[in-house]
């Protein structure tokens, strides 16, 4: 039972670690990878999609080490699962349903579209919100966006004046 627990907890926890992630090593150091995401998409991969390899390896480690290790069981097992599982996540929120990087894929605007305008807001201002699954959007970027009307690619909004 700790194992599920702690699996969930590193689930949780991701989220605020990726927001951190996104803001002082994407936004910082890595801007190099990420700035290919910031711009309108000209291939189906982009530099950007090599910090998922990087992460996605980093937690393969992880998992080996947690299966690997002798003696007292290890909570690197859960935790890896924890992670593997916000990874499962944030690819379906932010590539598939975000992005729309499998436009054969039809996914109800409705229900998602508070991802999409926290995002677009992102994008738009390369600033906050950083965080992927629960993104908080200052209300002066929230504003600032709906006075825009359009998202990064130049199409409306929804809510934007016609």
Not at 30 to 58: I, K, T
Not at 115 to 136: I, K, M, Q, S, T
Request: glycine share 8%; net charge positive.
């Amino acid at each position: 039972m700790i194992e599920v627990l702690v699996a969930v907890a590193a689930l949780v926890v991701m989220e605020p670690v990726t927001a951190l992630v996104h803001r002082f090593v994407m936004h910082g150091f890595g801007m190099g990878w990420h700035r290919s995401h910031h711009e309108p998409p000209r291939r189906a991969l982009e530099a950007n999609d090599l910090f998922p390899v990087v992460f996605s390896a980093a937690t393969i480690v992880l998992l080996a080490i947690g299966v690997s290790a002798s003696g007292a069981p290890s909570l690197l097992v859960p935790i890896g699962i924890g992670v593997t599982a916000y990874g499962a996540a944030y690819l379906l929120v932010h590539d598939v349903i975000i992005h729309r990087r499998l436009g054969f894929l039809r996914v109800p605007d409705a229900l998602l579209r508070p991802w999409r305008e926290a995002h677009n807001v992102h994008h738009l201002f390369a600033r906050a919100p950083y965080g992927f699954l629960a993104p908080v959007v200052p209300s002066d970027l929230r504003r600032r966006a709906a006075e825009r009307g359009v998202d990064r690619t130049g199409r409306t909004v929804s809510g934007a004046p016609a």
